[in-house]
């Protein structure tokens, strides 16, 4: 009964701000999450970025890894909403890392250019275009490209602390 009601408070929490929040307030605080999450990065050594911090969880490398893929899958559903059609499918959430034995440097490189995009993005949806058209989620609920964008932004967080707690545990 808790995740329903945690899981209602984030399609409250998605649909209010996505409504509410203009896109450059929305690229404002994601930019701030982005933020949060590259710091949480600072001084991570390679051996380090790879090690499991236990059976199962993730090294610093693949959170990367995961948090680029989802990135990119939900900006490129952010396009397709913003340019009027409706996507076929909404966002993976379980994104499993694939290029995590690449070198931490590459993979953060990596994440810093594809939010450089999104951010690019984002400013240049001032007009707003298409914030009708949504996609259907089973978790996440009806979702426009702004909520997409907002998803992003807790995604964010959530690794970013995710980063934090598998450094101190390695």
Avoid: C
Avoid at 12 to 18: P, V
Avoid at 45 to 60: L, M
């Amino acid at each position: 009964m808790a995740d329903t009601n945690a899981q209602q408070k984030l399609q409250s929490y998605l649909a209010a701000q996505s409504a509410k929040l203009t896109a450059a307030e929305i690229r404002a605080r994601l930019d701030e999450a982005a933020g949060e999450f590259f710091a949480s990065l600072e001084g991570v050594g390679e051996p380090a970025a790879h090690r499991r911090p236990a059976e199962g969880e993730w090294s610093v490398a693949e959170v990367v890894d995961h948090v680029t893929m989802t990135l990119e899958d939900a900006f490129g559903i952010m396009r397709t909403l913003a340019s009027g059609t409706r996507p076929g499918r909404p966002m993976t959430v379980a994104h499993t890392p694939v290029n995590a034995a690449r070198p931490l440097a590459e993979l953060v490189s990596h994440l810093h250019a594809r939010q450089a995009a999104l951010a690019e993005f984002l400013a240049a949806q001032a007009g707003e275009p298409h914030t009708d058209l949504r996609v259907s989620d089973d978790y996440f609920g009806e979702i426009n490209w702004k909520g997409y964008a907002l998803i992003l932004r807790l995604h964010y967080k959530d690794h970013a602390q995710q980063v934090s707690k598998t450094r101190a545990a390695v």
